[in-house]
């Protein structure tokens, strides 16, 4: 006679507290966003976050805990990160501006927030300095995607007391990145001699 069946005993799998990223809390709005990317294990998808940024209806309320503005340029106010990507709102007052840069080896897209933005986009010359090429004003809810190779400059070009935020993503963080000068590689200083012509020092 078979012997009864005996059902198996399986010991349950150890729970862990469930890790809840506090920027969530802070700014539920993002919650899909901060999820997406905290799942990151390598470099995000610079399609995705053009994509998720354009999904979520999003105002200054929104963001009040990381509105903060320096003194002498834009301020870089970090709402999430990990070593795959950083989340920041970065606020500008009328006349900052980011360097002329590049996005070698970082995935880059921001939303504007509030109050309005411009980009200023530069092309290598021959030379090879940068030469502007064109410009666009940027409202709110637009959204700009970087590619590596292009070279731009941010500017809150408004006028005295209106203000710009951007919501901007960096996969993975930025820890340097180059940046370009318009027509000259370094600091010069100009010397004109009767003949009109430029000395460089
Ligand atoms: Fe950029």
């Given at each position: 006679?078979?012997?009864?069946?005996?059902?198996s005993i399986v010991s349950p799998l150890p729970v862990g507290p469930v890790k809840v990223n506090p920027a969530v809390a802070a700014f539920p709005k993002l919650a899909k966003l901060i999820a997406y990317l905290d799942g990151l294990t390598t470099r995000a998808n610079l399609s995705t976050l053009d994509s998720l940024l354009r999904?979520?209806?999003l105002s200054l309320e929104d963001f009040?805990?990381?509105?903060?503005?320096?003194?002498?340029?834009?301020?870089r106010n970090t709402i999430s990160r990990s070593d795959h990507y950083e989340l920041l709102a970065l606020c500008w007052r009328?006349?900052?501006?980011?360097p002329i840069h590049d996005h070698q080896g970082v995935s880059c897209a921001f939303r504007v927030i509030h109050g309005q933005g411009?980009?200023?986009?530069?092309?290598?010359?021959?030379?090879?300095?940068?030469?502007?090429?064109?410009s666009r004003i940027m409202p709110p809810e637009f959204v700009c995607s970087a590619d590596e190779?292009?070279?731009?400059?941010?500017?809150n070009a408004q006028a005295a007391d209106h203000d710009l935020v951007t919501l901007h993503i960096y996969s993975?963080?930025?820890?340097?990145m180059n940046t370009y000068r318009p027509?000259?590689?370094?600091?010069?200083?100009?010397?004109?001699?009767?003949?009109?012509?430029?000395?460089?020092?």
């Open positions: 006679m078979p012997a009864p069946h005996t059902p999904e979520q209806r009040r805990p990381a509105i903060m503005f320096g003194l002498r340029g834009y301020k009328s006349g900052h501006c980011t411009t980009e200023i986009r530069f092309a290598r010359s021959a030379s090879g300095q940068v030469i502007p090429e064109q190779p292009d070279i731009h400059q941010i500017v993975p963080p930025i820890r340097h027509v000259e590689p370094r600091e010069r200083l100009d010397v004109y001699g009767s003949d009109d012509e430029s000395v460089v020092i």
